[in-house]
């Protein structure tokens, strides 16, 4: 049974859809407008509107390294997380799909605890933990404690449960060796939730400020986020510089959304993403 | 036999490694430390029991700091649920063009809140976009902007924290619009039920464990708000914040590790008692509407 709705009705929630839709995008907009205007702009509405266009904000911040070396770490950083995230999760998710012993359920157990663990709660254990080890100050410190993420687990571990074990159990028979059977059938088949928690790892590192933050002081290992927030630390902001360093750190983000946006959505729906 | 278990073992290791260094240990640790009066400059420290913890309710910062925070969350999570629920209402049935909103509309949750903090206390300052729209209507906006107003400071970045996460919400909560079955719907038509008694009868007691599922989640994220407070009003401690508290007492200034740790596990605290009063609620049967 079609359920039919009335023409006018539908007008009405493209008004709707459509003014919402222009909330949640103007401040983006105003950002990448104001990356484009000269240096010293009022940013009053005329200027903002007819002043002038200019790739000058973007050539100071190439000359002046601060951005692009923050730029460069953020990738750095976000690449071998993202790729940790990926063999390590899918790992151990397959373990706990498949192996149903005692240890896997204490340790599915202390995925599903993490998951509740508000994340700043440990903060200041781990800033004087990094001191004590030398990782104060060092990309081990930006990196080596996510590389594995409870949520990364979840997903991977639910998606192989959906799987019937009957081509490992075939390949068992031929005589595979268990890594084989890992990395040769089971991976190639959880490529789609390989890739979802790809982007939601890749995007989340990508914003994440707090603890690259805390556990690094040196100008060279900041990130993209916290060297944005040193910028502004001054009186007066320089607008145009701001937004510029702004926008190159989300384009990288809006690209990988707009090639990957059917994926990031539906893992959503399927009840992912923590930040 | 032994061999699966050795081998699930040695697959299961990386997170066992990370689990123990990195989330068992510091919560032990942080609850150790807490019980001290332990502090970067002084080695040396002592046994002080639950001092921390007595000292952390007479102290009007960290009073201050639990009432924004109070305020943050009271605040926002309602509207947010709201908005989100009825934004999953206009994008979930058939119509041109709703993948494109979806998208639009999710986009603020994925981009970087630094940024975001950064654009709003543009959009916010003195002179700036939402001053002008507020003077459009007829209102006079705070003289030096709305962050460097006690009165509208806090207000204006929940504003700011509703209009970023709304999105995300959304999407959960039109995964649970799609799980409701149709056939559901088409009894319902056939019995004769309204479009609003359908609604009110099938749509919104469905939508009850997501709408908790949501509550929690934006719960858990929302008590623990820095890095808005941090960008936007750095000089101002008017709009701290329980986690800003305890990065200004534990890693800014005095380094009283001891001190922000009981901080942090009162906030622990707080956390965990909220999201089981709420899973309780979401157990129990029976309207909650």
Known sequence: MVRRTHWSLTGLRYVALSALLGIMVFPMLWMFRVAFLPAGSSLSGSDVLGGGLTLKNFSDLATDGTIVGALLNSAVVGLVVTAGNVLFCFMVGYALARHRTIANKVAFASCLLVLMIPAHVVVIPLYVMAIKSGWYDSYAALIIPWLVTPIGIFLVKQYIEGIPPSLEEAARIDGAGEMSILFRIVMPICKPVLVVLAIQVFVTNWNSFLYPFILTSRASLRTLPVALAMLQGHQAIDWPHLMAGSALAVVPVLVVFFVMQRHILSGIMAGGLKQ | ?289
């Open chain 2, 1 to 289: 036999m032994k061999r699966q278990r050795l081998i699930a073992l040695l697959l299961t290791s990386p997170w066992y490694v990370t689990f123990l260094l990195f989330w068992a240990f510091p919560l032990v640790f942080s609850f150790i430390i807490s019980l001290t009066d332990y502090q970067l400059l002084s080695p040396d420290y002592a046994w002080v029991g639950f001092a921390n913890y007595r000292a952390l309710f007479s102290d009007p910062d960290f009073l201050h700091a639990l009432k924004n925070t109070t305020i943050f969350v009271a605040g926002t999570i309602p509207i947010t649920t709201i908005i989100a629920l009825l934004m999953a209402l206009l994008v979930h049935p058939p119509l041109k063009g709703r993948g494109f909103f979806r998208s639009g509309l999710f986009l603020p949750w994925i981009t970087s809140l630094v940024v975001v903090a950064l654009v709003f206390t543009n959009l916010y300052g003195r002179g700036g976009y939402v001053a002008a729209l507020g003077q459009m209507v007829g209102l006079t906006p705070p003289e030096n902007g709305f962050l460097y107003d006690n009165r509208t400071a806090l207000y204006s970045i929940m504003a700011m924290d509703v209009w970023t996460s709304v999105g995300y919400y959304m999407l959960i909560f039109l995964a649970g619009l799609q799980a409701i079955p149709d056939e559901l719907y088409e009894a319902a038509e056939v019995a004769g039920a309204s479009r609003t008694r359908q609604f009110f009868s099938i749509t919104l007691p469905l939508l009850r464990p997501v709408a908790v599922f949501v509550v929690v989640i934006n719960s858990i994220k929302s008590f623990q708000v820095f890095i808005e407070i941090f960008v936007m009003t750095k000089w101002k401690f008017e709009t701290a914040t329980m986690v800003y508290f305890l990065y200004d007492t534990g890693l800014s200034n005095a380094f009283k590790f001891g001190y922000a740790s009981a901080a942090a596990y009162v906030l622990f605290a707080i956390i965990a008692l909220f999201s089981l009063v709420q899973l309780i609620l979401l157990r129990r049967r029976g309207p909650v509407w």
